[in-house]
C-alpha cells in the first residue's frame, strides 16, 4: 500500500457565502514557516480559515470537535493551539469553565473575505459547529421533539387551521372567520 493510500482523507464542511478568502504574501511566507515549524498548527489554521465568510471571522468549537475532524488528539489540539495564539494568527476566547469549548477569531490581517478597505469594519459573528458527542446525553434526542410552525413557501399558498385545537377556553375558529396566519416567503420567489 502506498502512503498516499493510506493517508486519512480531508475533512470539509460546508459553508455559506463566498468561496475564496484572501491573505498577502507576507502572510503565506509566514504560514509556510509555521507549516515547517509546526505542522499540526498550520493544518488547524486552514481549518479555521475554511469557515470565513462575509460575516464570520470567528469559529465556535470544542477541541474534541477539532480533535475528529483533524484526526489528532485533544492535547494534539492544544499543542497546535499555542503557536497560533502566540503568534497572533488567530484570538482564543473561552467559554465556559473548563477551556476546552472557545470561539476562536481569526486576524483579519492574517486572513479576510472582504475588500481591503472594509477590514476596519469586522464583525465578530461566529460559526458554531457542535458535535454530537459534545452534548449532555438525551440533548441530541430531544431536538426532534421541538415544536415546529408550518411554513409557506410558494406565493398564494394560505395556511388552514385544522385540528382539534386546545381544549377551552382555545376553540377552533367559527367557520368562515379563520384567522390569516402569518407566513415567510423566500426571497427570489
Known amino acids: 500500500m502506498s502512503a498516499h493510500a493510506s493517508s486519512p482523507k ?3 464542511l460546508a459553508r455559506p457565502g463566498r468561496t475564496f478568502i484572501q491573505t498577502e504574501r507576507a502572510t ?3 504560514w509556510a514557516q509555521l507549516t515547517l515549524a509546526n505542522p499540526k498548527s498550520a493544518q488547524l489554521m486552514h481549518l479555521l480559515c475554511a469557515q470565513l465568510d462575509d460575516t464570520t471571522n ?13 484526526k489528532c488528539t485533544d492535547r494534539t489540539i492544544r499543542t497546535a493551539l499555542t503557536p497560533l495564539v502566540d503568534g497572533h494568527w488567530i484570538q ?10 472557545n470561539a476562536y477569531v481569526i486576524n483579519s490581517r492574517v486572513a479576510w473575505t472582504k475588500g ?17 458527542n459534545d452534548q449532555l446525553p438525551g440533548v441530541v434526542e430531544e431536538i426532534g421533539k421541538l415544536r415546529t ?11 388552514l387551521p385544522i385540528g382539534a385545537g386546545l381544549p377551552p377556553p382555545s376553540e377552533p375558529s367559527l367557520p368562515g372567520m ?5 407566513f415567510i416567503q423566500k426571497e427570489g420567489v
Open 116 to 132: 481591503r478597505d472594509e477590514l476596519h469594519m469586522s464583525s465578530f459573528h461566529a460559526r458554531v459547529i457542535a458535535d454530537a
Open 58 to 70: 470567528a469559529v465556535v468549537i470544542s477541541q474534541k470537535t477539532l480533535a475528529k475532524l483533524m
Open 28 to 30: 503565506h511566507e509566514a
Open 178 to 182: 379563520e384567522p390569516d396566519l402569518p
Open 92 to 101: 482564543s476566547i473561552r467559554l465556559g469553565t473548563t477551556g476546552t469549548v
Open 149 to 159: 410552525m408550518p411554513m409557506l413557501y410558494h406565493p398564494g399558498e394560505r395556511q
Open 10 to 12: 480531508a475533512v470539509t
